[in-house]
């Protein structure tokens, strides 16, 4: 936004420990949570929504759904190969921008990210296709080539090359520190993994798998019915993030507009009925005085 300062430069030349990358991690995630939020929210909500709930009917039966193995497949397929390397490449374009000094925008993000799409899908095939036929190779070829070729949807969006010149950048990379890349990734999966496994079950502990899937519907068990309430906690965050500073002075204006124009038009109505309310009681008559013996008023 104009006239806030510009983000410190994030230093990407010196080396880190794992400590103190996964504190830098934590601490771009923290500062720029609302456009690695959004992105992640604008990616999957699209795949929990029409595949997991509508398709796989989380949002009709919750926990009991059954999903058909086709929405099963095309879950999966949409995850590996489109959230998850597309939300690497927005993660990598925004350390790349804070690198130089600038803070990242969604907008910029994701249109860097468009820019390098189909060759980020080229990279990611293969690197899958690598993986599979490793792993039925007595899975450790599998293994070696899940680290070894890890990097290539960065060195496609940030390097700007081709799906195997990618592969080639990442095994470079890799090469002469490979058990210490795996130690990191293996590290890593353990920490995010045990950390996710505890808020789904925690939301699995409410009964509702499709507050699970879309964050907005909680199903609460009567009987053999099952009762669709909105979870508005969804709702009011993105009131408060979003439209709450945009909207609040505009609607304060409207809001003592309407106070106004009513004010002006109900005051003649106040007055004519009070108006009404005089003329329709009735007047005092005079007692008359009474009389004496004789025949005057006393």
């Known amino acids: 936004m104009a006239g806030e300062p510009p983000p410190a430069r994030l230093d990407l030349s010196s080396p880190r420990t794992y400590l103190e990358l996964l504190t830098a991690t934590f601490e771009v995630v923290a500062r720029h949570s609302a456009v690695l939020l959004t992105a992640a929210l604008v990616l999957i909500t699209p795949v929990a929504l029409l595949v997991d709930g509508v398709w796989g009917r989380a949002l009709a039966d919750g926990p009991r759904a059954r999903p058909p193995t086709g929405a099963e497949a095309a879950s999966l397929g949409l995850r590996v190969f489109l959230v998850l390397p597309v939300m690497s490449a927005i993660g990598a374009v925004a350390v ?6 600038r803070a990242p925008t969604l907008g910029g993000a994701l249109r860097a990210v468009a820019a ?3 060759a980020l899908l080229g990279a990611v095939i293969l690197y899958v296709t690598g993986v599979a036929v490793g792993t039925a190779l007595f899975v450790v070829p599998g293994i070696w080539v899940l680290v070894l070729w890890y990097f290539a949807a960065q060195a496609v969006v940030i390097d ?14 890799v090469r002469g520190r490979w058990w210490h890349t795996a130690g990191v990734l293996l590290a890593t999966g353990l920490l995010f993994g045990v950390g996710g496994s505890v808020v789904i079950g925690l939301i699995g502990a ?4 499709a507050l699970y899937v879309a964050g907005l ?10 009762v669709h309430h909105l979870n508005p906690v969804p709702v009011r965050e993105v009131y408060q ?12 204006e409207l809001l003592a507009l309407k106070r ?11 007055r004519d009925a009070r108006a009404k309310r005089r003329a329709a009681k009735p007047t005092a008559k005079a007692k008359p005085r009474p009389r004496t013996a004789t025949g005057r008023s006393a």
């Open 96 to 101: 790349q921008t804070l690198g130089g000094g």
């Open 260 to 270: 106004v124009a009513e004010a002006r038009v109900q005051a003649p109505d106040v």
């Open 116 to 118: 390098r799409l189909p």
């Open 206 to 209: 409410t009964g509702s798998t």
């Open 241 to 252: 993030r979003w439209i709450r500073p945009i909207a609040e002075a505009p609607a304060d």
């Open 217 to 226: 519907i909680v199903v609460e068990p009567v009987g053999r019915t099952r």
């Open 160 to 173: 700007g090359l081709g799906p195997r010149d990618a592969l080639r950048a990442s095994t470079d990379l």
